[in-house]
Every structure is written in structure tokens, then in C-alpha cells.
């Protein structure tokens, strides 16, 4: 699939610029036994009232939600449908979901800041308290009322509180769907409360044939070098195809092949492109993140248990210092040293 125009008016931050948003998107890819289990439990009435969905950012878990809602707006908690939950784009379900315009459903997220029109870092207790409107109206059509929160990671503590509540007492023909990117981090009164659907990383080969179809006018090569990257996640890959992301995930693989014998100049220079540009310095923590859980995970598959816990206290390090370097707004430059130092001490290690 081609890039898309993106509507000036639709300014969504789940939203990947240049591609569908997840609630017009009809295709799941590589899902098929999360997609399953969803079917055989709508389809065979025996709906839990709240889903957990959980996995890493970019990976189905939004286009998953609005499948199972579409088909339980058009068809109920019945048979009546395909297998694979699906309704067809012009069915009038699917055009109002697409739309935002579905009064049987409730879509809970992030939203501006009314008093300073920046989008806020976290979901407010404000939002999720809309679920005790929404779900004691009536029923429309189909007799459904159905929530998605995206993401359940972003509330806050009130707001996990508010939304454990309508967790106690839900009201019959409801359900609330939790997406997660780390459903560990969720309370475990909530995650008590919701039937787990895991979904899984992506293979090399299903996201380069992906990438195929959705970046044709990109080369083989560049193609390959995205799937390496994303961590299994088609969104994360074709979030990095804009601008020089690719190339910013490059420099993290080298600063990861050469911590052993690292260049300080060359580790300076990258630091101050990093600090060019708002936001960068976060997804290039995450690129190393990455770079780092591949080495781990090829290491634990080559049978090197005995030196694992070196590389896994890196990690752990590095992820300690982007966090820290995020919540206090701190220079770029220390951040990346300071990581690459980490990464250093594992390499040479024995």
C-alpha cells in the first residue's frame, strides 16, 4: 500500500504520518492466533469484559481493537459473521467507526492540553471518567457499547484508579479494551480484571514483504535494514523510513558494535546531531535498546548463559539513563557517553 494523504484537519498523535490511521485499516498482519482466540470468544457469546491487549508500540494492537469492535457493532456477540471478525470497508459500521462517528464507541487517549494546546504526556483521570457516561447510556444499534483505551501506559494514577472502577462494574453488553506496551506496568488489580491477548513480534521476513508493498520506491537493502531495526514491529519500521530515522538507527547499531573501542570524538559529534532536534534524543535510546536486545538475545541462543548478566545490566543501565534524561530534560551529550561507557564495560568484560 501507498502512503496516504494526510487530512490537515485530522491531527491524531497515534496516527503514522502518511498511512492510515488504525480504525480505517481492514488488514492484520501476522496476528492470526490472537486474531483466533478474539473470534472464538465473540463469536461464541462468552466475551470477557475487558481485554488486555498487550505487545510492543507499532505491532497490531490498535488494529486488532477496532476489528473485534467493528464486527461486534455489525454483528453482536454471534456467529453470524466470518471468522476472522472482519467487515467490509463500505459496510456503514466500518464507515463511522472510520469516521470517529460510532455512538457504540468510546476511543480514550491522550488529548491537548486546553490551556496550552500541547498534547499531553499523560490520560486524565478526566478521560477515563468518561466511561461511566458512555457506558450508562442506551445501547445503539446492535446493542453494544464498546471502549478502547490507547494506551492504558499513559494514565495516571487517578485515572487507572477511575478505570478500575468501571472494571468492577461493568454493564451487560459493554466491553473495554486495554491497549499496552508494557502490560506489566498496568496494576495487577487491573490486569486481574481483563482476559490477556498477547500479540506477537514480527518476522524479518512478513515485515520485509510488508515493507515491500508499503515502501515500493524504497531500495531491497533499506528495506531489510527496517526490519533489523523495528524490533518486530511493521509501525516502528515504517515509522522509521521518515526523514533520517533509518540512518539515526545505523549510527546506534555502531554505537553498539564499536563500544568495545569506542571514538569519543565521533561519539560527540553524533550527541550534538541527536540534540538538534526535539524528540530525537528518546528514539535514539530506543534504537540502542534495541541494537542491545539483539545482541542479548543472540548471545542467550548461542549458549552464553554464563556471561548474559553483564549485557542484561547494560541494558538496564542504558534504558536507566534515557528514562532519567527524559523526565529531567537533561543534555543529550552525557546521556549518550555516559551509555556507550555502559555498553563498553560489557564488551570487555570476560
Known amino acids: 500500500m501507498a502512503k496516504r494523504a494526510r487530512s ?28 483466533t482466540r478474539a473470534s472464538r470468544a465473540i463469536r461464541s457469546g462468552l466475551i470477557p469484559q475487558g481485554w488486555l491487549l498487550g505487545g510492543p508500540h507499532g505491532i497490531g494492537k490498535a488494529t486488532l481493537a477496532y476489528r473485534m469492535a467493528r464486527y461486534l457493532l455489525r454483528h453482536g456477540a454471534a456467529d453470524d459473521g466470518p471468522e476472522d471478525l472482519s467487515v467490509p470497508s463500505n459496510d456503514p459500521v466500518s464507515l463511522q467507526v472510520a469516521a470517529g462517528a460510532h455512538p457504540g464507541l468510546l476511543v480514550l487517549k491522550r488529548g491537548p492540553n486546553p490551556k496550552t494546546g500541547k498534547l499531553m504526556t ?26 478502547i483505551t490507547d494506551t492504558a501506559d499513559d494514565m495516571t494514577n487517578q485515572a487507572a484508579n477511575a478505570l478500575l472502577k468501571a472494571l468492577e462494574e461493568p454493564p451487560s453488553r459493554s466491553m473495554l479494551m486495554l491497549l499496552s ?6 496494576l495487577p488489580t487491573i490486569r486481574s480484571r481483563c482476559q490477556r491477548l498477547n500479540l506477537r513480534l514480527l518476522s524479518d521476513d512478513v515485515l520485509t514483504s510488508e515493507l515491500a508493498q508499503h515502501l515500493p520506491k524504497m531500495s531491497e537493502a533499506d528495506r531489510l535494514a527496517l526490519a533489523k531495526f523495528s524490533g ?30 569506542p571514538n569519543v570524538l565521533t561519539l560527540l559529534a553524533l550527541a550534538d546531531r541527536v540534540s538538534r532536534t526535539a524528540g530525537r534524543l528518546p528514539a535514539f535510546g530506543s534504537f540502542l535498546l534495541n541494537a542491545l536486545q539483539q ?35 537533561l543534555e543529550p551529550r552525557q546521556t549518550i557517553l555516559s551509555s556507550a561507557r555502559a555498553i563498553g564495560l560489557a564488551s570487555k568484560r570476560r
Open 8 to 35: 490537515e484537519e485530522i491531527e491524531e498523535p497515534d496516527r503514522l504520518e502518511g498511512f492510515p490511521h488504525p480504525r480505517e485499516t481492514f488488514r492484520l498482519v501476522g496476528q492470526d492466533e490472537a486474531l
Open 122 to 147: 499523560e490520560t486524565s483521570v478526566d478521560v477515563i471518567r468518561r466511561l461511566s457516561g458512555f457506558f450508562g447510556m442506551t445501547a445503539g444499534a446492535g446493542g453494544w457499547r464498546i471502549a
Open 181 to 186: 506496551n508494557a502490560p506489566g506496568k498496568l
Open 232 to 261: 518486530g514491529s511493521l509501525g516502528a519500521a515504517l515509522a522509521l523510513a521518515d526523514d533520517d530515522m533509518l540512518a539515526l538507527a545505523k549510527e546506534a547499531e555502531r554505537v553498539v558494535d564499536q563500544a568495545a573501542n
Open 295 to 329: 545482541r542479548i538475545r543472540a548471545r542467550a541462543q548461542a549458549g552464553e548463559g554464563a556471561r548474559m548478566r553483564r549485557w542484561i545490566e547494560a541494558w538496564e543501565q542504558v534504558r536507566a539513563n534515557f528514562e532519567r534524561a527524559s523526565g529531567l530534560n
